[in-house]
């Protein structure tokens, strides 16, 4: 996702943080604003192109086998994460070093930065897909506007949704308002019966459950990937206009897995902080 994804996202999920977990993650965030999840929910993407941080670009997604969709829609861990890593290793790993007190106060704050960005990821259906490199290959239109197929995902989609041009810069109040439309849906009862089937893999109790839970994650994202983003084959979008009737047919797939990541995300920080996920 972009700035406006993984921003409502986070603030998103400090809606349904509890009282303790607000406390340590201000505390290890340093960041008492009311948009301390927000604040930090990009910094994966930019330490990931400086020289120190360039280990992690493969932590952002997972590539299932190399073929267009209808063929490759699973995920298999860990046969599809290579040596260098992926989203599904990379969630295990950052939620074993922020469970870990052993480890200083900057390691962990990183962890914790790394975890909130990660769990957004897994979320978009094209970062769990290989072909064209996630569709990042793949030119499209987006009312006008000369893009990939990947980046309309992560942004130019998004973007539109909340009444937004693609190439916008948005803030931290621009993602508060979705934050709080997704928030006042899911009060309402819209994902009801979601919410609990959401959580329902959550598991801490080692590195390996951990895993589990985030490969279920990627196996959502990547259905979506056949189900829709890519169900006519992988070249097909090439230099087409999707801003109309794909659009349309995204909104709802899009919304969804960025409420479903904000809770995921929640029960996920409550789960490691407080011992319990908040929705019981
Ligand atoms: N680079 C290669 N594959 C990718 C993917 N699925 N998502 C984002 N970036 C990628
Ligand atoms: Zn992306
Ligand atoms: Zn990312």
Known sequence: ??????QSIALLAQQYLLPGTIESVQTLLNDTT????????????SFRYTPEGSFSGGYHFVNGHDAPPPESCEIIYPEDCPPEGCVIK?????????????????QRQQ???????FIGDISQPLHTEAFGAGANNLTVWFQGYKTNLHA????????AMIGFPPNAK????????????????????????LVWAWLKDHSLRNLKEEEKAATVWAQESNE????YAMVKGGNAYNGTEIG???YEGAKPIVEVSIAKAGIRLAAWLNLIFEGQTGFE
């Open 90 to 106: 990379a969630i295990g790993n950052y939620t074993e070093r922020l469970k870990d007190h052993t480890l200083p106060v900057d």
């Open 224 to 227: 979506e990937v056949c189900d």
């Open 170 to 193: 948005i803030g931290n109040g621009d993602s508060l308002g979705w934050a709080n439309n997704l928030a006042a849906a899911i009060n309402a009862g819209k994902y009801k019966k």
């Open 34 to 45: 009311t948009t301390y999840l927000g604040n930090i929910a990009l910094w994966a993407d």
């Open 1 to 6: 996702w972009g700035t406006l994804g993984h």
């Open 244 to 246: 109309g009737a794909y």
């Open 152 to 159: 309309a995902w992560d942004t130019a989609i998004p973007n």
């Open 111 to 117: 962890a914790l930065k790394f975890v909130v960005h």
